[in-house]
């Protein structure tokens, strides 16, 4: 049984954010009320204590900021963190109270990348400043062992292929990454996608919407390129994963289809499917699931940190 808290949630969404993501088709639009709505409610969930700081990364064409959870003794370890948005939007607020929630968890700081987003930068303007905010890391002197990669939705994505961007590199590989909900599958042909299109509070299909993200983002580009569609790239050297997914989401089986490619490469990859919850519901600190979520996060970093 799910907590009040998130039937009431998903209420809101169902009635609130999925229909107008069907009907707005300005990109300006949605921008202008994303912005709103983070400024506001976004900047509320923002711990109290949490610290900020602009992160200087010299010819980075994109904007990170250090962010940890207040606490006056950090371990060396450090988070890679990718917002999602659907590669478009932004809610810095709310972004930096769940990753401000998850450094406090793991005693970490971590650097959230603010990449280009399209259609302004298309694909694969965002992958290129995953594997810049990288390697900058360790030319500050952080080992590959103490950086744990991490992100939510398009972000989540966009974590794993900055993976396979730094295997493909010959760069060391992170310890371990953490992956909320991500967006793996830009071909859009998974069986959830339709499956749960009525069950998913948040997200409308993509032929529902009045304006498609993944045409803005990918252009001519094949959705089923493994830099833009991680799920289709080769796991090999891979470090372990831990994924959270509600089964009410249309992005399931990205998640579902994640195990299976670990199986095949013999790398780690937890799974944890949990039930009727909002797309990324982590975001949310009223709710007891995203607390509870984000503990579980925390021990699996711990487990491979130490």
Avoid at 58 to 72: D, L, R, S, T, V
Avoid at 150 to 163: E, I, N, V
Avoid at 223 to 231: E, H
């Amino acid at each position: 049984m799910g907590s009040w808290q998130a039937d009431l949630l998903n209420l809101q969404l169902s009635v609130g954010v999925k229909p107008a993501l069907k009907r707005l088709k300005n990109i300006n639009t949605i921008r202008n009320l994303l912005h709103l709505s983070d400024s506001s409610v976004g900047r509320a969930s923002v711990p109290w204590g949490t610290a900020r700081e602009t992160a200087d990364i010299p010819q980075a064409e994109f904007e990170a900021e250090w962010i940890n959870g207040g606490k006056q003794r950090v371990k060396k370890q450090v988070i890679l963190y990718f917002p999602g948005g659907a590669f478009l939007f932004r809610t810095p607020y709310m972004h930096a109270g769940l990753v401000s929630r998850l450094t406090k968890l793991t005693d970490t700081h971590a650097l959230m990348v603010h990449y280009r987003l399209a259609p302004e930068h298309p694909f694969p303007a965002c992958l290129e400043d995953g594997l810049v905010a990288y390697n900058w890391l360790l030319e500050q002197g952080f080992n590959a062992d103490d950086i744990i990669v991490a992100g939510d939705s398009a972000g989540g994505g966009l974590a794993l292929s900055t993976l396979l961007a730094i295997s493909d590199s010959k760069l060391p590989m992170p310890k371990c990454a953490y992956l909320m909900s991500p967006l793996l599958d830009l071909s859009d042909s998974a069986p959830s996608r339709w499956k749960n299109a009525a069950s998913d509070s948040s997200l409308p299909t993509p032929h529902q919407r009045a304006f498609n993200p993944r045409l803005a983002y990918l252009g001519e580009f094949d959705p089923r390129d493994p830099r833009a569609s991680p799920i289709y790239g080769d796991f090999n050297g891979l470090p372990p994963i831990y994924l959270q997914v509600s089964d009410s989401e249309l992005l399931l089986d990205d998640s579902v289809r994640m195990a299976r490619r670990g199986h095949i490469y013999q790398t780690e990859i937890v799974v944890d499917v949990w039930h009727k919850l909002p797309h990324v519901w982590q975001l949310f600190p009223f709710l007891p699931e995203s607390e509870q979520a984000l503990q579980k996060a925390a021990d699996f970093i711990l487990r491979h940190t130490h």
